[in-house]
């Protein structure tokens, strides 16, 4: 089971974590899944990240 959950960040902040998702072409949520995976470990399955999403997405956001 997944669970949500609000986080309030600056929006420099905000901006700055995008920019590192979109350089790696991913989504926003995908590159903060990936970075607290490998911050705590984890095996990266399905269950503690979400599936890859297009980088069609990604590209679609680059100018957000």
Known sequence: MNKTFPIELSEDLHKRLKHAAVDEDMTLHDWIVRTL??????NGGPDETSTKRSSNHARRNRNR
């Open 37 to 42: 995976t490998e911050k705590v470990g984890g």
